[in-house]
């Protein structure tokens, strides 16, 4: 199955165009390392057909052994071993029965095609420079404050040094002037150039994808160090190859670590799903692109992995981003929205070479820089709690269009939050009072204002302290709201906490002949 894609740029002096196909290197057997590969004998993707993953059972023991054992039995090209983040292979030219044998193999949890999944990226003309909003350094402007405002800076108190961005894409110009000094290892996970250098981009997304999350001019984590994924050659990439760059992830990747993958499409794989939750068990962030398709998130397989930052794209006005095939993806499973309309970025053709792009695909990399930036104040910060931070610390209620079920959530680049915490149920057996706290992210807050909201109805303040208490008397049943708006450096954030407050239990009624 091909998933198209729809991709124009503009240098920031002359047009390129993408080339649909570039000569590929031949097929190389993959060198030491411990990681067990074969390439596919056919020197291009386009000669291979029937490209199947198989996933094991977690429980499975000898994971390259077996799946070398499948292989022979039932025939194919072998293409990707898979033992770090998930247990399994990919082949090509897999026998129709072979298919229904392996399905039915009790070790065997998954078997799907490997689809052709896009990139998430479709990019534009330059901008002019008549204003800031519409500056070719818009969206860092505007990711650094909470209003819809641009005063052409962007402020930052942390770089990412120290920290590890993964970028699973086409590749990177390692020697950009955006990266100078910060390439970290890199790989090249395509099954018919297993050989080839991950700083070779002939597709450009890659490099561009690197400056947005972490380039010295166009990006958030400056000081951040880059490790080019290659999964992809030019254009689309397969779903086995991006398994296979998680799986390399999961296995080599040094921590504090971001991974960012800017693909997506409708289905997608389970596969690569479930290689996203693999990272994320091994304590690795996983930022990824939502999508440039009007359709629901929840519909690309991908962005259903637990615990995984998914990104949407915004413009300079607030607006969900609109592309030349519709406004951007929208849904429940997008974590916050991003610039991701007409951004600068880092080209491939020369090492000062920029280009203005639009898509998810820049969208997800800014957040994988602010992540980076958190990292590197708390290294020992888990993806959970990663993914809590940039949820609570987002700017809220500034964005339009968003889309049925989206949270109204905007990147921001500070980690300045506050939280309550106290009782959400409280049985009302004995008169007795009850406290909430407020916990604060980012520094000490110089103001607290509390709202309590009874019932659905409308709030007022309560209390201007750090703290809020209330007595809850016997046989009492009701809901309450609290609201705490906390100004932390100069910054107002907000939490609201539910309360469920419970009756206790009638005695059950005297059973007959009993003295009660």
């Known amino acids: 199955?091909?998933?198209?894609?729809?991709?124009?740029?503009?240098?920031?002096?002359?047009?390129?165009?993408?080339?649909?196909?570039a000569d590929r290197p031949l097929p190389v057997e993959p060198g030491g390392g411990g990681?067990?590969?074969?390439?596919?004998?056919?020197?291009?993707?386009?000669?291979?057909?029937?490209?199947?993953?198989?996933?094991?059972r977690d429980d499975v023991t000898e994971p390259a052994t077996l799946a070398q054992q499948l292989i022979a039995a039932h025939g194919g090209h072998a293409i990707h071993f898979y033992e770090h983040v998930v247990k399994g292979f990919a082949v090509a030219n897999l026998p129709d029965a072979a298919v229904v044998s392996l399905r039915a193999n009790p070790v065997v949890r998954l078997v799907e095609e490997s689809l052709l999944v896009p990139q998430t990226a479709v990019q534009y003309l330059p901008l002019d420079n008549y204003n800031y909003q519409t500056s070719s350094l818009w969206s860092l402007d505007r990711v650094h404050v909470r209003p819809l405002s641009f005063d052409g800076q962007f402020e930052y108190g942390y770089t990412g040094s120290g920290v590890h961005i993964y970028i699973l894409d086409s590749g990177i110009r390692c020697t950009h002037q955006e990266f100078a000094g910060r390439i970290g290892e890199g790989v090249t996970r395509l099954s018919w150039s297993l050989g080839a250098s991950p700083c070779i981009d002939q597709d450009g997304h890659g490099t561009g994808v690197a400056s947005s999350a972490g380039g010295t001019t166009y990006g958030i984590a400056k000081g951040a160090i880059l490790h080019p994924v290659r999964i992809n050659d030019n254009g689309d990439a397969y779903c086995d190859d991006i398994v296979a760059g998680f799986d390399w992830v999961g296995g080599n990747a040094i921590r504090p670590a971001v991974a960012n993958l800017s693909y997506g499409g409708v289905p997608f794989c389970f596969s690569v799903r479930d290689a996203m939750e693999g990272v994320i068990a091994a304590g690795i962030v996983v930022t990824k692109s939502a999508g440039n398709?009007?359709?629901?998130?929840?519909?690309?397989?991908?962005?259903?992995?637990?615990?995984?930052?998914?990104?949407?794209?915004?413009?300079?006005?607030?607006?969900?981003?609109t592309f030349s095939n519709g406004l951007a993806t929208y849904g429940y499973l997008i974590t916050v929205f991003a610039p991701g309309y007409q951004v600068r970025v880092a080209w491939k053709d020369h090492d000062g070479d920029n280009a203005v792009a639009d898509g998810s695909s820049f969208s997800a990399p800014y957040v994988a820089g602010v992540a980076a930036t958190y990292l590197q104040q708390n290294p020992s910060a888990s993806p959970t709690a990663v993914l809590d931070i940039i949820r609570s610390a987002a700017t809220n209620d500034v964005l339009s269009n968003i889309g049925p079920g989206s949270a109204n959530r905007f990147l921001h680049t500070s980690f300045r939050s506050v939280a309550i915490s106290g009782p959400s149920s409280i049985a009302s057996d004995v008169e007795s009072t009850y406290s909430w706290t407020s916990q604060t992210t980012g520094g000490s807050a110089s103001s607290y204002v509390w709202e309590i909201s009874i019932n659905g109805g409308s709030f007022s303040t309560v209390s201007t302290t750090n703290s809020y208490s209330r007595t809850i008397y016997p046989g009492e049943s009701y809901d309450f709201e609290l609201r705490l708006t906390a100004v932390?450096?100069?910054?107002?954030?907000?939490d609201n906490h539910f309360v469920r407050v419970i009756p206790p239990p009638e005695e059950p009624p005297c059973a007959p002949g009993e003295m009660c």
């Open 1 to 21: 199955m091909n998933v198209g894609r729809t991709c124009r740029v503009v240098t920031a002096l002359l047009p390129v165009t993408m080339a649909a196909c």
């Open 488 to 494: 932390i450096a100069g910054d107002p954030r907000t």
């Open 293 to 321: 398709d009007p359709y629901d998130a929840y519909d690309d397989r991908a962005n259903r992995a637990a615990n995984a930052i998914i990104v949407g794209a915004s413009d300079y006005y607030d607006r969900r981003a």
């Open 35 to 56: 990681y067990l590969e074969s390439a596919i004998a056919a020197g291009a993707p386009d000669s291979v057909s029937n490209r199947w993953i198989v996933l094991f």
